[in-house]
């Protein structure tokens, strides 16, 4: 089976190849819009397509099929600021060409999920990717409407802590 076979796609490869296709739409001047789902993103500083780009390479950084794009998105939203629009700028030329080498015109032209990582797998160690990912940690993770999709139920604390409410409860040993 060749790699654009659509036998046999797994979900992650039929999403991946998705969100490439085009499932953000980039609508006129500063705006992303999602056309499966009710929510936009606009853009002030950086440009549409880039803003794409950073949403894409969250999707590609921390892979999660039930996290909507709308939670990448609030968690890239932070990149959209004039002191870091040149940052945003260069490590996009550096993503894209990245990319070139690797065949395809551009990141986002990468179709298939593999194809993208191979080109984050070249640029990990650059400071535009650590930058990146390290903010996704905090930008994703930190949003409380994420956490039931991982079954987090938040701080214990202020409810009398994890003992009573489900430490133990280990139904699969």
Known sequence: MTKHDLRGLTRRQLLSRGMAAGTLAITGAGFIA???AAWALEVAVISPEQ?????????????HDK???????????????????????AGIAEL???AKAMGHASYLAAG????????LQSIETGPFFQTVRSGLVTGLYNQKEVWPIFGYQGE?????????RGFNDIYWL
């Open 156 to 164: 214990s604390f202020s409810q009398g802590g994890y003992i009573e």
């Open 51 to 63: 803003m794409a780009t950073l949403l894409q390479m969250a999707r590609d950084i921390y892979p």
């Open 34 to 36: 999602a056309p499966n």
């Open 67 to 89: 996290v909507p794009d709308q939670y990448y998105a609030v968690a890239v939203k932070g990149y959209d600021a004039e002191d870091r629009k040149d940052m945003v700028a």
């Open 96 to 98: 894209d060409s990245a």
């Open 112 to 119: 298939w999920e593999e194809d993208r990582v191979k080109v």
